[in-house]
């Protein structure tokens, strides 16, 4: 496969996201926080049946970029913890996977705080 080929599978992939996204704020009248619930739940959900990582296998970074890529992340960090810890795994194992993400969106949200001017 060509890097041209790929950069136009990640593309298109990335691009349907965006446009759901999008689909969910303007034609559903979701507020931002609900449309990123739901993609997040469905990438949990495409995670859980195994079809997530088949379309990141498909369209690369396109697939593994989106926020549904985090809920694909939960899951798979929770059958994975599961797998080897039991119930207690279940739930470290899921946050194990995506806590250096967590960690930096507070860091960053924290030093943009400091550098912001807050309106009240």
Known sequence: MTLLTEFFRAFWVGGLFCLAGQLLLDVAKMTPAHALSLLVCLGSLLGALGAYPALV????????LPISSFGNALVQGALSGARSGGLVGLFSGALSQVSAGIAAAVLFGFFAALLGKARL
């Open 57 to 64: 296998e498909f369209a690369g970074f396109g697939a593994a």
